[in-house]
């Protein structure tokens, strides 16, 4: 027999004990943790393991087929994209297969699953979910970055504060260019729109509910308009006069405000041979990660969070500032600000948020959840109602509807998600 090959970025003791010469199909040893999570249909045998206390997914694939999803999952990995991240390759001679590791995305969801927890008629909830594979495709666009097979079964889901969060999961198809072409990225838009109209007719069915199709399909047609209203404002060029430059601070704002950083900003004088543009200037943004919140809070309070998460913490750190300062009587500077609000507020009451969600998700979403929770029965009571009555109403899952908290019910601490389903 011919040893496989291995090579595992994670060279932990109980990964490279795994018995890598067997098939994946038959890793039945006493000694091999499996888990069983559903996958749904799928072109490639997948299986999950517990080892060295962490959960891992493995996929078993054509060595060719596995080599190249490797190779781009690592150059997705290398550019902090959303995407599953890649453990390891092993190459099994004697079976002409290769078995492709990676890591299982925490805290995430299948679109099934979440699908059949929600009641049909909540598309607020489906249009963050559509929202977040706009924005995923951007920007992979962006860094030209070809999908090929964007779909619900190969998108996982996660909280981020407010929002969801969409990774890439199956890359079998993806291939990384320089830059792509109008018809490159309009290619992989119509590629998206036919799968997710796909899986969403496929859910109606299995709801037994053919009376949604109708909406989901327009629903599935939405991530386009979704899609392109988010690159034009990445990549417009607005002209005006120099005298409203002003206008330069609100198209700052509002990348600022969608978690854009801004890398540079420069005004180009419009040819004066164009009718009408003799003081007319071109503005033309460069826009860099989408971290400009939580950039800012890991400044401030040490905190690596998600880019949604943040926004919602910043607030909460602002209004405990002002409360400092008021106390003192005097300014209390940022970082001493954030240092405090880290130890005296946000870290023990993350761990009771996160226990009044029977430890669903983490701890840090658990406190997202509570803000908002808080702030939405403050309004409808008028005044603050406090951290103890949003905790009982974590804790009870009787958030307010029209609170991204909703999304919370529909998780299990006891039933995770899968993380491959590439059908």
Not at 6 to 13: F, M, Q, V
Not at 64 to 92: K, T
Not at 258 to 286: K, N, Y
Not at 296 to 307: A, D, I, K, P
Request: hydrophobic share 40%.
């Amino acid at each position: 027999m011919a040893a496989p090959e291995l090579r595992l970025r994670a060279p932990y003791p109980g990964l490279l004990a795994l018995p890598w010469d067997l098939a994946l199909a038959d890793w039945m040893a006493p000694g091999v943790a499996l888990r069983d999570f559903p996958v749904g249909p799928s072109r490639h045998l997948v299986k999950f393991v517990e080892s060295d206390g962490e959960l891992w997914a493995l996929k078993e694939l054509p060595p060719r087929i596995a080599a190249r999803e490797y190779d781009v999952l690592n150059r997705l990995e290398e550019m902090s994209l959303n995407a599953v991240r890649p453990a390891g390759l092993v190459f099994q001679p004697d079976f002409d297969t290769a078995i492709l590791l990676t890591r299982y995305l925490v805290g995430s969801w299948q679109y099934r699953r979440l699908f059949m927890r929600l009641p049909p008629d909540a598309p607020k909830h489906r249009a963050r979910l559509f929202d977040a594979m706009a924005t995923l495709l951007v920007e992979l666009h962006r860094h030209g970055v070809f999908w090929g097979d964007c779909s619900l079964a190969n998108t996982l889901f996660s909280r981020d504060g407010q929002v969801l969060q969409a990774s890439l999961v199956d890359a079998e198809t993806s291939e990384i260019h320089p830059q792509l072409s109008d018809g490159q990225r309009t290619h992989d838009i119509d590629i998206t729109v036919e799968n997710v109209a796909a899986g969403l007719l496929d859910v109606a069915a299995s709801l037994e509910k053919p009376q949604l199709e109708t909406g989901f399909i327009e629903e599935a047609l939405s991530i386009r308009q979704r899609y392109g209203r988010l690159w034009e404002l990445l990549h417009s060029e607005p002209t005006f006069d120099f005298a409203d430059r002003y206008r330069v601070e609100g198209t700052i704002r509002k990348l600022n405000e969608l978690g854009f950083a801004v890398d540079e900003v420069s005004l180009h004088p419009v040819h004066e041979d164009t009718v009408g543009a003799v003081d007319q200037v071109r503005l033309h943004v460069t826009v860099g990660d989408r971290r400009y919140h939580a950039t800012q809070l890991q400044r401030l309070s040490g905190l690596v969070v998600g880019e949604g998460q943040a926004r919602i913490l910043l607030g909460d750190l602002q209004a405990y500032q002002g409360r400092l300062c008021r106390e003192a009587g005097h300014d209390v500077d940022d970082r001493t600000a954030g240092q405090l609000w880290l130890m005296e507020v946000a870290t023990p009451t993350m761990h009771r948020a996160h226990a009044a969600t029977g430890c669903t998700g983490t701890p840090m979403q658990a406190y997202c959840d509570l803000l908002e929770v808080r702030w939405l029965l403050s309004e409808q009571a008028g005044h603050d109602v406090g951290t103890e009555q949003a905790l009982q109403a974590l804790a009870g899952r009787a958030v307010p509807p029209e609170s991204a908290a909703q999304l919370m019910v529909v998780e299990s601490p006891t039933e995770p998600f899968s993380v491959l389903d590439d059908e």
